[in-house]
C-alpha cells in the first residue's frame, strides 16, 4: 500500500509544474480555458487514482485470498510467526469452533 501511495504522489509531484504552467498559459489567454483545463485534469486524475487503488484492491484481495499467498504462484502457504501465534493464543489453530 505504502509503495502504491509513494508511486501515485510521485506521478503528482512529478507533473505539478508542467500542470500550472499550461493553467496559467490557458488563463491568461482566456481565464474560461484556465478552469476548464484544470476542471478536466482534476476530474481525469481522480478516475486515474481512484481506478489505480481498485486495482490494488482486487491484486490484494486475489493475492492473499483464503490466507495463501496466491502471486507469483498460486498456493503458497503464508503462515504466521511462532511468537505471534503464542502471544494470541493460536499455536495449535483453531482448536474449537464453537462460540
Not at 10 to 15: C, F, V
Not at 22 to 50: M, R, S, W
Not at 55 to 74: I, Q, T
Request: include cysteine.
Amino acid at each position: 500500500v505504502t509503495q502504491k501511495q509513494e508511486e501515485l504522489e510521485n506521478i503528482e509531484i512529478g507533473a505539478q509544474n508542467e500542470i500550472e504552467k499550461q493553467a496559467i498559459f490557458l488563463y491568461e489567454q482566456d481565464p474560461n480555458k484556465g478552469k476548464t483545463f484544470l476542471t478536466e485534469y482534476g476530474k481525469k486524475n481522480c478516475a486515474y487514482v481512484l481506478q489505480a487503488w481498485d486495482d490494488l484492491r482486487k491484486l490484494l484481495v486475489f493475492k492473499y485470498n483464503d490466507g495463501l499467498d496466491n502471486v507469483p504462484v498460486e498456493g503458497k502457504k503464508v503462515g504466521y510467526p511462532k511468537e505471534w501465534l503464542e502471544k494470541v493464543g493460536y499455536e495449535k489453530g483453531p482448536i474449537s469452533y464453537t462460540k
